[in-house]
């Protein structure tokens, strides 16, 4: 949703004042959309509202620790090949005095080449396991450390798209 001011001028793009993203993992995984905003909880309730109203669902709040996060970006990742994502952000919000967020951008493809020396992809076995998705993220924070110099701990997010 974009807003422009009353007095802005002709020129003056519109601002960005909320975002939605209805989404879920390819259709060969198991799951319900994930509905992700960001804006004013007015306005997302106005939109979940009429999503409600127009498509007979109901939404609720999804709490995500860092493990499912990890498990989350990896099988996003693993599906690279088939849903095309454009980029793995990552973010670590890091325990300084004042508290230091970070975003870790990843090119899709490093990823993925990242995530398939891990994990096959001529594997015969479809199954991903905790020391792999571990192995993925130790690999992207060990990356990261390595240009600089900076542990990342105590994730809080991850986006992709």
Same mark, same amino acid.
Request: proline share 7%; aromatic share 12%; hydrophobic share 40%.
């Given at each position: 949703?974009? /807003?422009? %001011? ?8 519109? &601002? ?7 989404? $879920? ?7 319900? %959309? ?6 004013? #909880? ?6 979940? $509202?009429?999503? #409600? +109203?127009?498509?007979? *669902?109901?939404? =609720? $709040? ?16 693993? *599906?690279?090949?088939? *849903?095309?994502? +454009?980029?793995? &952000? ?8 004042? %508290?230091?967020?970070? /975003?870790?951008?990843?090119? %899709?493809?490093?990823?993925? #080449? ?17 020391? #792999?998705?571990? /192995?993925?993220? !130790? =690999? ?16 809080? =997010?991850? !986006?992709?798209?």
């Amino acid at each position: 949703i974009q /807003s422009k %001011p009353v007095f802005a001028a002709a020129a003056d793009a519109p &601002k960005v004042v909320w975002r939605g993203w209805l989404t $879920s993992l390819p259709p060969d995984f198991v799951s319900l %959309p994930l509905f992700c905003t960001s804006g004013p #909880e007015a306005l997302t309730t106005l939109v979940k $509202s009429w999503f #409600e +109203r127009a498509f007979d *669902c109901n939404f =609720g $709040s999804l709490a995500l620790n860092s493990t499912t996060l990890n498990w989350l970006a990896a099988l996003w990742t693993g *599906c690279h090949p088939t *849903c095309n994502i +454009r980029h793995l &952000k990552l973010a670590w919000s890091l325990p300084t005095q004042p %508290p230091l967020d970070v /975003s870790y951008t990843v090119n %899709p493809q490093d990823a993925w #080449e990242l995530w398939n020396s891990i994990h096959p992809e001529e594997s015969t076995d479809d199954r991903i396991d905790i020391k #792999e998705v571990q /192995s993925f993220i !130790n =690999g992207l924070e060990t990356h990261f450390f390595r240009h600089f110099k900076i542990y990342l701990i105590n994730r809080s =997010g991850i !986006n992709t798209s």
